[in-house]
């Protein structure tokens, strides 16, 4: 049986080894930001001049499920604009990019839809919050975005909200901390818990991380962060955290941000330079600072000489991290593509992932500590591509189980 497989291995040129793997398995991303620029007008469906995502390269990328981001910036508070832009953030993901492709793109809000879009040849697109903030304060405003489609939604970006500590802001003196939740934060993770919605602790603060481990019944997930013990990075989770997380069945999805994944700050300072440069040239070309941010990046990706501070290597050794100390089942994929201002050589788009999926295969081949029983590559492969649906299955369950204690108490 092991000789069939080796040869048939052999037989497949690479790309088509890939491709198999990619129609048998679901790979699913839990991050991606393309949303800002469709919200500002970008047909995902044409062939973008700059930034990391549109339809042809998606479908390159050979992308089952998407989690969008209705990312929503810490200045909407101050305007008092939050749940307005959230709205206009849904709102983009639902009509620009899914009701405007709908031979392309369908709306998932189960796991089973991820999995009949699949079927279908249809990438499964889903709904994510970025910033707690986006509620407002109100668990009212919570349950509509679950009506709407939100599946996940990350308790903090940036900044420290009404009730949850923010990694981005813990440091800066003058700003109000709550040493990790409020009681109304924990009631809006248990309110998370019994709609199906998936808690994402990308963002938060350490103690707000560890109240969320300690109010949440059901799995949680990190849907764009790496690892501390090799990135120093706040954004990033220790060692602990990835324990923690893995023990009640969560995910931690790898960012590909160059920021994230190595740490050679004298290439990132070269690059810093570069891009500063880059922009003061290109910021007449858009109002956006974010589209100036992606038009830098993949004019840097285009030149000649630019220093690129990471490597797939380096996604491989954060996903690696995670499985020698939580195990197969704790890691998936979190790009934040459309997000980050570099993204590892050989993975600058979304239609790069089969680059990372054969580095992937062949590493798995090698795992040294894996023991005999060891999952086939193709297997653990697919298990970084789907533990996340797998969660939202198991997320599933536990919110059934928990609205049905609900109705029995
Ligand atoms: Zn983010």
């Known amino acids: 049986m092991r000789i069939a497989i080796v040869l048939l291995a052999f037989a497949l040129a690479p790309d088509e080894e890939v491709r198999r793997l990619q129609r048998d398995a679901i790979l699913i991303d839990t991050h991606n930001d393309a949303p800002m620029r469709?919200?500002?007008g970008f047909d995902i469906g044409k062939t973008a001049a700059f930034g990391d995502t549109d339809l042809v390269r998606l479908r390159a990328g050979g992308l089952g499920a998407q989690f969008f981001s209705a990312y929503v910036p810490a200045s909407m508070v101050a305007a008092n604009q939050s749940a307005h832009r959230a709205l206009e953030m849904i709102d983009t993901i639902r009509h620009d990019i899914v009701a405007r492709h709908p031979n392309r793109f369908v709306l998932a809000l189960t796991a089973a839809d991820i999995v009949e879009a699949h079927r279908a040849g249809k990438i499964a697109a889903l709904i994510g919050i970025e910033g707690g903030h986006a509620i407002e304060d109100s668990?009212?405003?919570?349950?509509?975005?679950?009506?709407?489609g939100v599946r996940y939604m990350t308790l903090t970006h940036s900044n420290t909200n009404g009730?949850?500590?923010?990694?981005?802001?813990?440091?800066?003196?003058?700003?109000?901390?709550?040493?990790g939740l409020t009681e109304f934060g924990r009631s809006v993770v248990r309110e998370m818990n019994?709609?199906?919605?998936l808690v994402d602790v990308s963002h938060v603060a350490d103690d707000t991380f560890w109240d969320v481990m300690e109010t949440s019944s059901a799995p949680v997930i990190a849907s764009h962060s790496?690892?501390?013990?090799?990135?120093p990075e706040l954004r990033n989770m220790t060692d602990d955290?990835?324990?923690?997380?893995?023990?009640?069945?969560?995910?931690?999805?790898?960012?590909?941000?160059?920021?994230?994944?190595?740490?050679?700050?004298?290439?990132?300072e070269a690059r810093k330079a570069l891009q500063k440069k880059t922009a003061a040239r290109l910021r007449s070309k858009s109002s956006e600072e974010h589209e100036v941010t992606l038009m830098v990046k993949t004019e840097l990706e285009r030149g000649k000489g630019v220093p690129v501070p990471a490597t797939i290597g380096d996604v491989l050794a954060h996903i690696d991290h995670v499985v020698k100390i939580a195990g197969v089942d704790a890691v998936g994929l979190g790009s934040d593509f459309d997000g980050i201002d570099c993204a590892p050589a050989g993975l600058e788009d979304v239609s790069k992932y089969p680059n990372l999926i054969r580095a992937l295969l062949e590493t798995a081949t090698r795992c040294a500590y894996c023991g005999p029983r060891r999952r086939s590559p193709e297997n653990r492969v697919r298990?970084?591509?789907?533990?996340?649906?797998?969660?939202?299955?198991?997320?599933?369950?536990?919110?059934?189980?928990?609205?049905?204690?609900?109705i029995e108490a």
């Not at 019994?194 to 919605?197: A, D, E, F, I, P």
């Not at 160059?258 to 050679?264: G, K, Y």
């Open 226 to 231: 790496s690892c501390r013990a090799l990135t």
């Open 241 to 268: 955290m990835i324990r923690a997380m893995a023990k009640k069945g969560g995910v931690i999805h790898i960012n590909f941000a160059c920021s994230f994944l190595t740490r050679q700050p004298a290439v990132n």
């Open 383 to 406: 298990s970084y591509f789907e533990n996340s649906l797998a969660r939202t299955v198991a997320n599933r369950a536990a919110t059934l189980r928990s609205s049905r204690a609900a």
């Open 139 to 148: 668990l009212r405003l919570l349950r509509d975005y679950y009506a709407l």
């Open 38 to 40: 469709t919200r500002a």
């Open 194 to 197: 019994r709609l199906g919605m």
């Open 163 to 179: 009730w949850a500590d923010s990694s981005g802001d813990i440091r800066k003196a003058g700003v109000k901390h709550h040493g």
